[in-house]
């Protein structure tokens, strides 16, 4: 579970044009469960999930971990609650790495290099045996219909394509929590339809699914087991 | 491989591929950086090497040199004086010295033609150094017509080519009998060119000098480590000289380097943003700056240095000659003895690739150690 007590996020704090994107969340959001953010642009719903993967650190409040952080820090005791904004960035990086997958709306994948290079990058720094790390990335690709793509650059990907690759980047770590920020925002429907059809996989598998969306492809889907509105920062209605 | 060696890795292979990313902006600042080695790399191992030249001249040089001055002017000295001259206390050896300059307008170079005892050269041939060989075109056994004081060409055979150790110390040097030189010259007997001593204790140099100077107020002795003070000092102008010429380019390849170092570009800032979101820490950032950084910093050094070798060492630093060899149209081209100096490649190293180093992980550094959204937001 992801608790989250009274989280603030105020950019350019202190300076003369401060702005409150987050303004006193406070929520539960269950594990191995599909939790949706909906709510207009502007909202809040990005930054929230970015302070949850550790991307940020918010300006007040407390965002605990329950029982999701224990491989990324096997040297803490973290198999229950971990309070994660004052954790040291090293811990965080961590975390991130090991515990959450990102899918970007824009995707993110670094241009210029292949599609197998783009899902390995979250392995490099980690160390791992490369032989072990490109198998898992060669049939996580393959069970997302990219094997004729492995050594293809990514510029020359559909849309499509290109976000099944930056899911099998944000699977490669086997993270317990899945963070999506407007994943079908790019898509037509057919696609947004294929894209629910692989969270509905990774939902059976145990993974802990967060995505913002305002389209109702995902936020009326039956696999979204919670909704949350936001607006103004606010959490405004859960369902 | 263990995890740490192998994160190593990993990253330097992540730099390698980032560099050919960016192909184009990499190979143009490559270009210019390893030019601007080129540049300075030449311009030590020129300077080094005319050193080591010169150094390995006066090794054979004697210790003192005493000339006769008439009103300022050169005058052979006097057999005689080399009498009185060893007789002054700790003198171990006066060598009476016969040379002269030999202008071949054949060729537009100046020879230097020396006498010498050497029992193995035969009569009426020469020893000739590498650089007359080469300016002639001539080898072992052939004949060589030099035109006397009176017009009249004497030919010479040419008994041996002198090694080619150093060869600002042989390239211009003919070697033949006494009587050939005086023949050659219309050199009268009873003089010499200047005379050559040898102290028994090289401390008492500078007073044997004085003595011989009281002796033969119009002798002119030369120290050994005036000749060498001098040689550096004239390399040490010239190189001075091109470094001034250079400047400019060197400065504005900082202004260039700097640019590019330390500006990124959006796109590598939003790139360093996916990286940390993607679990990369600001070290590993930083190291895959560092590679990148070093990977071009040390190839331009390299290639620079490579080059710079080749430039000077093969091709006889074709493109500096004319203003660092300032007297090269009089004298047989030569080719310099490889001289590297240690100390030198290390400054070199330090000034070239520390700096560049260092400027592309500052704005990398600022760019890794924010969050990793603002980075992705930028």
Aim: net charge neutral; glycine share 6%.
């Amino acid at each position: 579970m992801i608790e989250l007590a009274q989280v603030v996020k105020t950019y350019e704090a202190g300076l003369a044009t401060p702005f409150t994107a987050v303004d006193g969340v406070t929520l539960s959001i269950p594990a191995a469960r599909l939790t949706v953010f909906k709510g207009p642009s502007g909202s809040g719903k990005t930054t929230l999930l970015t302070l949850i993967g550790c991307m940020a650190r918010p300006t007040s409040g407390r965002i605990h971990l329950h029982g999701l952080a224990a491989d990324a820090l096997p040297h803490l005791d973290a198999t229950e609650a971990l309070e994660i904004t004052s954790l040291p960035e090293r811990f965080l990086t961590a975390i991130r790495r090991r515990t959450f997958g990102f899918i970007f709306q824009q995707f993110n994948l670094v241009r210029g290099i292949s599609v197998l290079e783009n899902v390995l990058l979250p392995t490099y720094p980690t160390g791992e045996d490369p032989r072990a790390v490109e198998a898992r990335a060669v049939a996580r690709l393959e069970s997302l219909g990219l094997a004729r793509h492995l050594r293809a650059s990514v510029d020359r990907l559909s849309g499509g394509e290109a976000q099944r690759v930056a899911i099998a980047r944000a699977l490669i770590n086997d993270p317990a929590v899945i963070i999506a920020d407007e994943p079908t925002a790019h898509l037509d429907s057919r696609l947004s339809e294929d894209f629910m059809g692989l969270m509905s996989q990774f939902k059976e598998a145990g993974k802990t699914l967060l995505i913002t969306s305002h389209d109702p492809i995902v936020y009326d889907s039956e696999l979204a087991d919670r909704v949350v509105e936001m607006r103004d920062g606010r959490v405004v209605s859960e369902a | 491989m263990r995890p740490p060696l192998q994160r190593y890795r990993n990253i330097l292979d992540f730099a390698l591929s980032s560099l050919l990313r960016r192909k184009g902006r990499n190979l143009a600042l490559l270009s210019v950086y390893a030019l601007v080695v080129f540049v300075i790399a030449s311009l030590v191992f020129f300077v080094q090497a005319l050193k080591h030249e010169a150094r390995e001249l006066l090794v054979q040089a004697p210790d003192m040199v005493v000339q006769r001055l008439v009103a300022g002017r050169h005058d052979p000295m006097p057999l005689a004086q080399a009498e009185a001259i060893r007789a002054i206390r700790g003198v171990a050896e006066v060598q009476p010295r016969l040379w002269g300059y030999y202008y071949d307008p054949v060729y537009g170079g100046n020879l230097t033609v020396m006498a010498t005892e050497d029992a193995d050269l035969a009569p009426d041939a020469i020893w000739i150094g590498a650089g007359v060989a080469r300016t002639m075109r001539v080898k072992e056994s052939d004949m060589v017509p030099l035109r006397g004081y009176d017009g009249q060409s004497t030919l010479f055979s040419i008994q041996k080519v002198l090694a080619e150790s150093s060869e600002l110390v042989s390239a211009d040097l003919v070697l033949m009998a006494p009587k050939d030189v005086r023949a050659l010259f219309h050199f009268p007997e009873n003089l010499a060119t200047d005379l050559a001593v040898q102290a028994g204790n090289p401390r008492e140099l500078p007073t044997i000098a004085a003595k011989i100077v009281e002796l033969y107020p119009d002798s002119r002795p030369i120290l050994k480590a005036e000749l060498l003070r001098t040689y550096e000092a004239v390399f040490d102008w010239r190189g001075g000289l091109m470094v001034v010429v250079l400047a400019s380019a060197v400065l504005s390849f900082i202004i260039f380097a700097w640019d590019k170092a330390t500006g990124l570009s959006a796109e590598e800032r939003k790139e360093i943003g996916v990286l940390k979101s993607l679990g990369w820490e600001s070290a590993d950032v930083l190291l895959l700056k560092f590679w990148e950084g070093t990977v071009i910093s040390v190839t331009a050094y390299l290639s620079g240095v490579l080059l710079a070798y080749a430039h000077v060492f093969f091709f006889s630093a074709s493109l500096f000659e004319h203003a660092l060899k300032g007297w090269s149209v009089l004298f047989p081209r030569y080719r310099l003895v490889p001289a590297l100096d240690g100390y030198q490649l290390t400054v070199l190293f330090f000034l070239t690739v520390l700096p560049y180093t260092a400027a592309t992980l500052v704005p990398s550094w600022r760019a890794a150690t924010v969050d990793p959204d603002a980075a992705m937001r930028s």
